[in-house]
């Protein structure tokens, strides 16, 4: 493999070309799996051309490694897909909570500064 596909460029949009080159898979099954996968999302621009994020790239490579490499039937990559996006969900839930409560640390402790600046200034 060339060291060109091996690295994806930097970019916020992959037209379908780039991403059928990048995963090593053909524009129409790109397109067929849009129409399986709920979870894969281009966006389409004033052209009707797809524009697919880095977020869709990582999808299809599941989406591949999923049902080329691991056997999988649409129907059962797409359960796999969904029980992913659920422990994912779940992670960012948890990660939420503990910002919650260390932004609510921080803001008592900006408190109890105010609290001493407000008394040292009498």
Known sequence: MNKKKEEEPEKIYYRIGEVAEMTG?????????????????????????RLYRKKDVEIIKKIKELLYEKGFTIAGARRQLAALEKEQEEELVEENKKL???????????????????TDDR
């Open 100 to 118: 919650k409560k260390s932004l609510n640390k921080l803001e008592q402790e900006l408190k109890n500064i105010l609290t001493l600046v407000d």
């Open 25 to 49: 898979l053909q524009a129409y099954i790109l397109r067929y799996w849009e129409s399986e996968f709920r979870i894969l999302t281009p966006i389409k621009n004033r052209a009707s051309q």
